[in-house]
């Protein structure tokens, strides 16, 4: 199989705090990964593309210098909520794919991060 | 940008039933997935369709990637109190998976009445 872990699995931090997001792959290598938000009651949105060792990139909407992504390995993407305020309350889920080098590779979800900021 | 349309929103079923729920979009997709949620948890991948036309099965469940490109369907037969949760359509543009997001669906509830 494959296995997508994040770190914390939830977090409550004050106005104005940043939040780091850990993702990782387990047991396979992931030179892509992505970050989602889903508002309670509502569907996954992608946020941002992670690529190893080059720049993400943001879906529109997305601020950059507030989400920011790091993914300096083949298995762990960051995402750090600078300056979190109320409103960037959400769940956090990131997902991996797993080359196969076939033509159906797939794309594995982690279990999610619930961020509240108070 | 692009959009998914998922129907129904939620199911209210019996035990034993069979469910069946789907998705359209106005834009074409290469690939089509069926993810299952449930409540704080990240999505599970149920079936991945990667040609038109193409019905595949897991178990109870089959789907089908439409031969438009633009919809799909998913089918749960003789549904089990476990099948309880929300249900995600995803279309996406790559290939095969590739490194494209995804663009989900607003999701089914499918609860059962035992």
């Known amino acids: 199989g494959a296995v997508v872990s994040q770190h914390p699995s939830w977090v409550i931090c004050k106005s104005g705090t940043s939040v780091k997001i850990e993702c990782r792959s387990l047991?396979?290598?992931?030179?892509?990964m992505f970050w989602y938000r889903q508002f309670p009651k509502q569907s996954l949105m992608l946020m941002a593309t992670?690529?190893?060792?080059?720049?993400?990139?943001?879906e529109q909407g997305v601020e950059k210098d507030k989400f920011l992504i790091n993914h300096a390995s083949l298995t762990l993407s960051t995402l750090t909520v600078t300056s979190a305020h109320p409103e960037d309350s959400s769940f956090y889920i990131c997902s991996a794919i797993k080359r196969t080098g076939a033509a159906a590779d797939t794309q594995y979800f982690g279990p999610g991060t619930r961020l509240t900021v108070l | 940008g692009q959009q998914l349309n998922q129907s129904p929103q939620s199911m209210f079923i019996q035990e034993g039933e069979d469910v069946s729920m789907n998705c359209t979009s106005s834009s074409i997709f290469n690939t089509w997935l069926w993810y299952k949620q449930d409540p704080g948890e990240g999505p599970v991948l149920l079936i991945a369709?990667?040609?038109?036309?193409e019905l595949t099965s897991n178990g109870r469940l089959t789907a089908q990637f439409g031969t438009t490109r633009k919809d799909s369907f998913l089918n749960i037969s003789a549904s089990i109190p476990s099948d309880v949760g929300i249900y995600f359509c995803a279309g996406q543009l790559a290939l095969g998976g590739g490194a494209d997001g995804l663009t989900f669906g607003k999701g089914t509830h499918l609860i059962i009445q035992p």
């Open positions: 047991d396979f290598q992931a030179t892509t």
């Open positions: 992670s690529n190893e060792g080059s720049k993400a990139t943001y």
């Open positions: 369709l990667y040609k038109a036309g």
